[in-house]
């Protein structure tokens, strides 16, 4: 992601906080709540407007796995490098991930987070811990460890692939495309698409 779309997202997002923050300021101002309304109410009502609009996850890289024999090979192992796009705290085990492709749609939960440590990406042994209902972390850099000791991302330096796999169903054949929705318990929902390309390799990125 360039340099100028991250500024404008950033800009679009503080954009929205403010109007956000000044609507709900002003609703309090002209007595659209009820009751007495204290600094700490003013303060309450500004956290939980920036905490609704100001997660934003990253994605930095999109990697995939092809499986099977010659010929017949498949996608069924995703990992997706993300990280905050702010310094925020977001709780991964609240994250939820839907999986389309166009017939058959399916909802992943958090399952749980580890190290990468000395392992490739693909042979963590986090991959035979997994199932097809949920998805798991694997940690590339993390200052504090909150994501594999409190199961938070709560730094923008904070980077991590997000791992799971397709069902047989849903395994990508060359050009088969799965739309990959990211819904964080709070702010921004996610959205990417992936295209398999030729099994020219084992492990490839997505354009």
């Known amino acids: 992601m360039g340099k100028s779309l ?65 010929g017949q090979k498949k996608i069924d192992k995703i990992a997706l490098w993300i990280t905050p796009l702010f310094t925020q705290v977001i709780d991964t085990s609240q994250l939820t991930i839907q999986i389309d492709n166009g017939k058959t749609v399916r909802f992943l939960s958090y399952g749980q987070s580890e190290d990468l440590a000395s392992s490739s990406l693909f042979d963590h042994p986090i991959w035979n811990q997994m199932n097809i209902s949920n998805f798991s972390f694997i940690s590339i850099v993390d200052l504090d460890n909150s994501l594999v000791e409190f199961d938070t991302l709560n730094d923008c330096s904070d980077n ?48």
């Open 6 to 70: 991250i500024t404008g997202i950033t800009a679009l997002v503080l954009l929205t906080t403010l109007m956000l923050i000044g609507i709900t300021v002003a609703s309090v101002l002209t007595g659209e709540t009820t009751g007495a309304t204290t600094e700490e109410d003013y303060d309450q009502l500004v956290d939980e407007t920036m905490d609704e609009i100001s997660t934003y996850i990253m994605i930095k890289d999109q990697k995939g796995k092809f499986s099977g024999p010659i």
């Open 160 to 207: 991590a692939y997000l791992v799971f796999q397709l069902p047989e169903d849903m395994a990508l054949a060359k050009y088969d495309k799965i739309k990959v929705t990211l819904f964080p318990s709070t702010g921004i929902t996610r959205i990417i698409e992936l295209k398999a390309p030729m099994p020219m390799k084992s492990v490839i990125t997505f354009e």
